[in-house]
Structure formats: C-alpha cells, structure tokens
C-alpha cells in the first residue's frame, strides 16, 4: 500500500478549483453571519438530533448515504484505463488520458483536506504524483479514497457544518460548510470528470463500466 503523501491531497485535486479565480464564486460572508451556518447552529444541530427518529443518523449516513457507491463506481472507471496511452487525447484543449485519470485517481484526496484542515492555500501546492501505470493509479486512489471514507464517517454535525475556507495566494476565494463543499467540489466534481473518463474510454473502444445504470457494453454496475 502507498502512504498517502501531501502531493495525493493537494495537487490535481484542486486545478479546478483554487487556480480559476476569475470563475470561482467570491467570499461568502453569509457564511459567518448565517444563523443557520455559524458554530452555534451547529451545536444546536447535535444537540436536536438527540431523539428525533428523522434527524438521528450521523452527517455520512444522512448526507453521504452514497460514498462507497460512488467510490466503487469510479475504482471500476480507473481499472479500466489501458496502459500505453498516456498521451492520448480526444481533441487538442483535452487533458491527456494520463492526466484525466490520475486527477481522478488523487480527487478524494482534496475531500481528505477538507475533513482535516479548516482553510487551504491552493496557491501553496505540491507537485502531483506521476503513476507509472493503471494498478499503481488504482493503488493511489484506494489510499486516498479509503482515508477519505473513514474521516467522512467519524464526521460529527459540527465539523459538518462548520465552514471551509479556499484561499489562493493569501485571497479568499470562497468560504462554505465543510459538508456542502464535499458535495459539490469532491463527490460531484468527481462524478463529472469521470463521465469524462467514460467518454474517453469510449473513443479507444474499451468496454465501459456501468455507473447509475447500464451502458451499451455491460448491465447494471453490482450493488454494493
């Protein structure tokens, strides 16, 4: 197994989020001004789940029901990038097959910042890590996304909602609940480049693995 190094967490994984300041949102200061956003509603929020039958799972369980799912979907995705292609690419604006999936591969490792630091500085980042192949790829993202799962289901309301903040060379970029940043920047930006990665696959006539259903090379993926 690959120790999880600080280049699997703070690379590729943020590209497309710290680097585009003119496309990213600015500073919400709603965050810490928001009632419902601010420490004490979310000490409130443990507090309330205490009895209430629709209110007492715990933040994976309630808001991430679909993790492993989704982290089983994009480990079939991966497995199946071919060797010998690293360069390939389906038009000349395209990421290499080589850098789509290896920025996958890493992606869980930005969820693995967000559950153990309050702010980053996308500006601050290591160099990524160059797998040599698909198995070491895979090994990659099992360590990654392996730490990521565990870290989401010791998850408590509080850290769940308290806010993260992106930072680019000392600016805020934006600064939003940890959870809804782990929705919206790690599981659905994943899910996003890895339709990316299916059509790729497509383009070099490799089978591709169903993800919410079945594709015109196999049945429904196994459920988990």
């Given at each position: ?20 300041t ?16 601010s ?36 480990r079939?995705?991966l ?103 782990l ?35 196999e ?6």
């Amino acid at each position: 197994m690959t120790e999880i190094s600080v280049s699997s967490t703070d690379s590729a994984t943020l590209d497309d989020v710290a680097t585009r300041t003119d496309r990213a949102p600015r500073a919400r200061p709603a965050v810490d001004g928001n009632p419902a956003t601010s420490p004490d509603a979310a000490k409130r929020a443990d507090a309330a789940i205490t009895g209430n039958p629709a209110t007492t799972l715990d933040p994976a369980a309630l808001l991430f029901a679909d993790l492993d799912t989704e982290m089983a979907t994009t480990r079939r995705m991966l497995e199946r990038v071919p060797d010998g292609k690293d360069d390939w690419r389906p038009h000349k604006k395209s990421r290499t097959l080589d850098e789509l999936a290896t920025h996958i591969a890493q992606l869980p490792g930005l969820g693995i910042l967000m559950l153990t630091q309050d702010e980053y500085d996308g500006g601050t980042r290591s160099p990524e890590p160059k797998p040599s192949c698909c198995s070491e790829r895979v090994e990659i993202f099992d360590d990654v996304s392996g730490e990521f799962r565990r870290l989401v289901k010791e998850m408590t309301w509080e850290q769940a909602m308290s806010p993260w903040t992106m930072k680019f060379r000392g600016q805020v970029v934006f600064s939003t609940p940890r959870a809804q940043l782990l929705r919206s920047a790690m599981l659905t930006h994943l899910a996003h480049h890895r339709a990316q990665l299916g059509v790729y696959l497509r383009l070099l006539d490799i089978p591709v693995p169903g993800s919410y259903g079945p594709t015109a090379d196999e049945g429904p993926p196994p459920s988990s």
